[in-house]
């Protein structure tokens, strides 16, 4: 029996919202040499695809962190819609790898990980973001007043 092959992964380790400010800490798996040192962040609005925005992600060794602003988020707000999603993707401009964690064995973190909602001053009122992770255990962001 042979070794089963690992698919390329950005395995998120630690998720910190606070301040105004969302980070996340992770890992590359299985992502090989063939890769620059240059990747980045991209958060990509589910209803609208061309809504992207685009973030430094640092890099040493198979390590990874990036942060951003809630409020860069709020901008796209249109006040049409009762919550927006956005999905993270870590990519060199070649490789473009869905943000998540599954290989730490434990499934549903839907209902297992809440993070608090981190409000935008000076947006629609109430309005928020909040990261979660989704049922197939991806990190997404929800935006909603």
């Not at 620059?36 to 040493?60: F, K, M, N």
């Not at 070649?94 to 730490?104: F, I, K, M, S, Y």
């Not at 409000?119 to 962001?141: C, H, I, K, M, Q």
């Amino acid at each position: 029996m042979g070794v089963p092959e690992v698919k390329p992964r950005a395995e998120v380790e630690e998720v910190w919202p606070r301040d105004g400010r969302i980070a996340v800490v992770g890992r590359l798996h299985a992502v090989g040499d063939g890769h620059g040192p240059d990747w980045r962040l991209a958060v990509t609005r589910r209803s609208r695809p061309e809504h992207v925005l685009e973030y430094a992600a640092e890099r040493e060794g198979d390590r990874f962190r990036c942060a951003w602003d809630v409020a860069d988020l709020a901008a796209y707000d249109d006040g049409s819609t009762g919550a927006d999603q956005w999905d993270l993707h870590l990519t060199d401009g070649t490789l473009r790898l869905r943000v998540g964690r599954r290989l730490d064995d434990i499934r549903g973190k839907k209902s297992i990980y809440i993070y608090p909602r981190q409000p935008v001053p000076g947006a629609r009122a109430g309005f928020g973001v909040r990261p979660y992770f989704t049922v197939e255990d991806n990190l997404s962001l929800e935006c909603r007043a």
